[in-house]
């Protein structure tokens, strides 16, 4: 079994009790994003079980990769394509160990060193950030900036995904340092036209080979 497709435009979504985040997924699914990640926080494991199965199975219709953040059990249960996990979250070998060989495992780096580990331990891809400030996420670090990012791409042999603060504008200076792509969150979810949101970054990646 081949392993899923890891697009360059990963949209997070994050679902609630009072928006299940459907209608989000659906503008940029719509819209071509090639893949989308779920983040469910602050409820109980049934209802976060109820929201990532809606998304995950939106994103099967449509034939987009499906990445829940943090919870292996989840991407299971939800036959999702992967699953993304934190610093604080399982380490990369034992979200490996719960998922298999199949799907596709990504972890968060900060620097270098961290992200050769989580690549020897098995990731897939990793997720850098933040790379610039943003105001989707509270309590992050101060911005690594592009040169940290360059740092990572050199570290490692897989695919990295710049994380945090990324505009269409920006797109090129990630991506002139060797990202395979973008994770975003209120550039799309903030957008008074999410669709139209999701057009923009994905052309201004396809600008880079």
Known sequence: MSMPPLGRLHVIVNPSPTD?????????????????????KDVDDRERLRLTDAVTGLCRA?????????RADLALACHADGV??????????????????????GGTARDPFTARALEEQGADYIGVGPVFATRSKTSLPAPLGSGVLHEVVLAVDIPVIAISGITPERVGEVMSVGAHGVAVIGAIADADDPGRATVELLAALEEWP
């Open 62 to 70: 449509y034939g987009a990769t499906s990445i829940v953040n943090d």
């Open 20 to 40: 299940d985040g459907l209608d989000l997924a659906k503008s940029v699914l719509d819209a071509g994003a090639p893949l989308l990640q779920v983040r469910v």
């Open 84 to 105: 993304h996990g934190g610093e604080t979250d399982l380490p990369v070998q034992a979200l490996r160990t719960v998922v298999g060989p199949d799907k596709l495992v």
